[in-house]
């Protein structure tokens, strides 16, 4: 039977995803209602610059006091598209003390202090759903939540940033330079301004550290997510990794240990070889790989930002906070109940790929050779090739390992650098998905 009174809504943020969630809501509003059992109806819309002008919104529902909107007592459903930590969290928390639930796009505060929503949420008896903060429209979040609960998740390794898929790609097909493609993506709206969070890793490592804390059921905050960035990711390793029959993306990975006792959450650019099926991952789009125990190998792909991507990701947790609402019930809160430890970086296991300048004389490999095997590090392939006669009497030395601690191979790398016949190492790179 169809409930007449609606469902009300709030919206925190009105920018570029809240916008088009208002507009959705509002187009597709007879849809909205079948598909929930009962209409929702926009109540409130908190913004910063209610001057601006918004279309498919009522004026009279724009306000600039988003605490007064969550206080209210009659909303059903927060949507939180604000971004940041401040005042979104404190506002999430007033929501759930207020009988909202909340659907939230919020991926830094969600990787901070995912663990506090989470227990203000049961606490409230209320739900807290965010798909859109991973990976825009692409449905991962539930399945990992939910489809594959039953099932053991060992690894999720993915390109959950659009903007550094489009600039890497960029690299590798047009063999354009770092800074030539970024400027080509932030022409194209793909990069901010300011693209630090994306090209130096920080906007996937929030995106890792929540899908670590739902694929192995235990917390893993930021802090615990090894990152590094892709600024300075070259031509010349662009070209080492086209003879390897790789190509380079910038991947989030979280694995669980090989004895289940721990896991590991990190983000950098890795080489992989072009049969795997992130390979093929091209422009800004992104794709996460699972490998699980009984599903085995599953892949997830689709656009992974933008306004009407991630607007889809939100109205589809609102339908789902919705009817959840009208069943008197909540969804499938927090997973986190093994509380696995998280492991160093040191201790990943991997393959790597490294370039050095060195000295064009005899008896450089030898010594090379020799500062592997001290630290317990096994070669697969060396190359060697000398410079033009204008870069003088010096040779580049590409090294390829096989799987060795990543303590191992910084030990490695640091001898290596003491040596006076290496003149510097150009390049590290990890080998993975082989």
């Known amino acids: 039977m169809m409930r007449t009174r609606p469902l009300k809504v709030?919206?925190?943020?009105?920018?570029?995803?809240?916008?088009?969630?208002?507009?959705?809501?509002?187009?597709?509003?007879?849809?909205?209602?079948?598909?929930?059992?009962?209409?929702?109806?926009l109540a409130g819309v908190a913004v910063r610059r209610p001057s601006k002008v918004r279309e498919n919104i009522d004026p009279a529902l724009i306000t600039t006091d988003a605490t007064a909107l969550v206080k209210r007592g009659d909303i059903d459903v927060v949507i939180e598209v604000i971004g940041g930590i401040e005042p979104a969290k404190t506002l999430i928390t007033t929501a759930f003390e207020h009988g909202a639930s909340v659907v939230s796009a919020n991926k830094a505060l969600l990787a901070q202090d995912g663990a506090a929503l989470h227990a203000a949420a049961d606490q409230a008896g209320l739900d807290l759903y965010y798909e859109a903060a991973v990976a825009g429209a692409i449905p991962l979040i539930r399945p990992l939540r939910e489809s594959l609960a039953g099932d053991k998740i060992n690894r999720v390794m993915g390109i959950v940033n659009g903007t550094t898929n489009f600039i890497l790609d960029k690299m590798d097909t047009t063999g354009a330079g770092y800074q030539e493609a970024l400027d080509e993506a932030t022409a194209l709206g793909y990069a901010e301004a300011d693209p630090t969070?994306?090209?130096?890793?920080?906007?996937?490592?929030?995106?890792?550290?929540?899908?670590?804390?739902?694929?192995?059921?235990?917390?893993?905050?930021?802090?615990?997510?090894?990152?590094?960035?892709?600024?300075?990711?070259?031509?010349?390793?662009?070209?080492?990794?086209?003879?390897?029959?790789?190509?380079?993306?910038?991947?989030?990975?979280?694995?669980?240990?090989?004895?289940?006792?721990?896991?590991?959450?990190r983000v950098h650019p890795a080489m992989i070889p072009l049969s795997h099926p992130l390979a093929s991952v091209r422009e800004a789009y992104n794709a996460v790989f699972v490998e699980a125990e009984a599903a085995g190998r599953l892949m997830f792909y689709g656009p992974g930002a933008g306004g009407s991507p991630t607007a889809s990701a939100v109205?589809?947790?609102?339908?789902?906070?919705?009817?959840?609402?009208?069943?008197?019930?909540?969804?499938?809160?927090?997973?986190?109940?093994?509380q696995l430890p998280v492991s160093p970086m040191g201790e990943v296991v991997t393959r790597y790929h490294i370039s050095l300048d060195v000295a064009d004389k005899p008896g450089v490999l030898a010594q090379v050779a020799t500062r592997f095997a001290e630290h317990g590090v096994s070669i697969d392939t060396v190359r060697q090739q000398g410079h033009s006669e204008s870069a003088g009497d010096g040779a580049s030395l590409v090294v390829v390992t096989h799987r060795a601690p990543d303590a191992a191979l910084s030990g490695t790398v640091e001898a290596l650098r003491k040596l006076d016949t290496v003149r510097g190492v150009a390049s590290i790179m990890r080998v993975e998905g082989e």
Request: contains cysteine; proline residues 2%; hydrophobic residues 45%.
């Open 197 to 265: 969070a994306d090209v130096e890793g920080y906007d996937a490592a929030a995106k890792a550290a929540i899908l670590a804390g739902i694929a192995f059921h235990t917390r893993v905050r930021l802090d615990d997510v090894h990152r590094e960035g892709m600024t300075e990711v070259s031509a010349a390793d662009f070209a080492s990794a086209k003879r390897m029959g790789c190509t380079i993306k910038l991947l989030a990975i979280c694995e669980r240990a090989a004895d289940g006792g721990s896991v590991t959450a």
């Open 315 to 338: 109205l589809g947790d609102l339908v789902a906070v919705c009817r959840n609402k009208l069943a008197e019930a909540t969804g499938p809160g927090e997973s986190a109940y093994t």
């Open 10 to 41: 709030a919206l925190l943020g009105c920018g570029v995803v809240g916008s088009e969630v208002a507009r959705i809501m509002t187009t597709h509003a007879d849809d909205l209602t079948a598909r929930i059992g009962a209409p929702v109806e």
